[in-house]
């Protein structure tokens, strides 16, 4: 269940919880569906450092639409 709540962290970790974002998007088909629906309701809920609202949809977006590229 998501909650109304954030992280406390370092803003020289930042570069950590960025790694930690971008591995779940990596691995989200991966997750079952009533994880990944908790997970983009606590993104929606969650605070951060930089002032701008985001709805369930658009982060539901983001992730649907993001492209994965080899290294």
């Given amino acids: 269940m998501a909650m109304k709540m954030t992280l406390k962290y370092k803003e020289t970790d ?3 919880l960025r790694r930690l ?3 779940l998007v990596l691995q989200w088909d991966e997750l079952p569906d009533g994880l ?3 997970l983009i ?3 929606s809920m969650v605070e ?3 002032e701008a609202a985001h709805s ?3 982060i539901e977006g983001f992730i649907r ?4 590229k080899s290294v």
């Fill in 65 to 68: 639409g993001v492209n994965t």
């Fill in 48 to 50: 951060d450092r930089d």
């Fill in 41 to 43: 309701d606590q993104a």
């Fill in 36 to 38: 990944q629906d908790v």
């Fill in 21 to 23: 974002g971008q591995a």
């Fill in 56 to 58: 369930a949809a658009e």
């Fill in 14 to 16: 930042e570069h950590l």
